[in-house]
T-cell receptor, first 115, second 110 residues
Framework: EAGVTQFPSHSVIEKGQTVTLRCDPISGHDNLYWYRRVMGKEIKFLLH????????ESGMPNNRFLAERTGGTYSTLKVQPAELEDSGVYFC?????????????FGEGSRLTVL | LAKTTQPISMDSYEGQEVNITCSHN???????ITWYQQFPSQGPRFIIQGYKTKVTNEVASLFIPADRKSSTLSLPRVSLSDTAVYYCLVGDWVGNKLTFGGGTRVLVKP
């Protein structure tokens, strides 16, 4: 069974540009999460989808970040316009619908470098 | 959410047992204790979870005393490939919202 996959693995863009990160969760997992670690800080929660609905987006830093999950399958996280402080690693994770067990399956992350 | 405190780093040698203790003095009644492992350039990976006493799986053991104010992750006979950051998390997992601290960087030497 395929795990959580993220694309791209690394993106380098200039300040002011736009980047879109993609996450494909494990098949059948209704819960999808975005986390990130920026510049030596701790891994922080960004938001949580249940199918196509945003369940909790309390961790989204500002309106330059837009997450979507059309159709309840893969998700995208767009940063527009990107700022220097957005540099970091963005992790996607998924879990089964009915399980609030604290066990999430993480992807390998997308490293974003904003110059 | 209960705050956790764990050592920043630990060194060990192949074949030794590694014990990482995490303090969580204000753990709530409904909170579980969960440990994640993260290798370089990878996402965190769930390794073990417990509520009280002892839990063991194929990867590790988790010891939780009666007062639940701390927990110890035990990695038996570590190998070089166990070099990673280990995170202790505490929560009731409503919405599966995880709060990661700084973790413990374990370096296994030959």
């Amino acid at each position: 069974e395929a795990g959580v996959t993220q694309f791209p693995s690394h993106s380098v863009i200039e300040k002011g540009q736009t980047v879109t990160l993609r996450c494909d969760p494990i098949s059948g997992h209704d819960n999808l999460y975005w986390y990130r670690r920026v510049m030596g800080k701790e891994i922080k929660f960004l938001l949580h989808f249940v199918k196509e609905s945003k369940q909790d987006e309390s961790g989204m830093p500002n309106n330059r970040f837009l997450a979507e999950r059309t159709g309840g399958t893969y998700s995208t996280l767009k940063v527009q316009p990107a700022e220097l402080e957005d540099s970091g690693v963005y992790f996607c994770a998924s879990s089964h619908r009915e399980e609030n067990t604290g066990e999430l399956f993480f992807g390998e992350g997308s490293r974003l470098t904003v110059l | 959410l209960a705050k956790t405190t764990q050592p920043i780093s630990m060194d060990s040698y192949e074949g030794q047992e590694v014990n990482i203790t995490c303090s969580h003095n204000n753990i709530a009644t409904n909170d579980y204790i969960t440990w994640y492992q993260q290798f370089p350039s990878q996402g965190p990976r769930f390794i073990i979870q417990g509520y009280k006493t002892k839990v063991t799986n194929e990867v590790a053991s988790l010891f939780i005393p009666a007062d639940r104010k701390s927990s110890t992750l035990s990695l038996p006979r570590v190998s070089l490939s166990d070099t990673a950051v280990y995170y202790c998390l505490v929560g009731d997992w409503v919405g599966n919202k995880l709060t990661f601290g700084g973790g413990t960087r374990v370096l296994v030497k030959p």
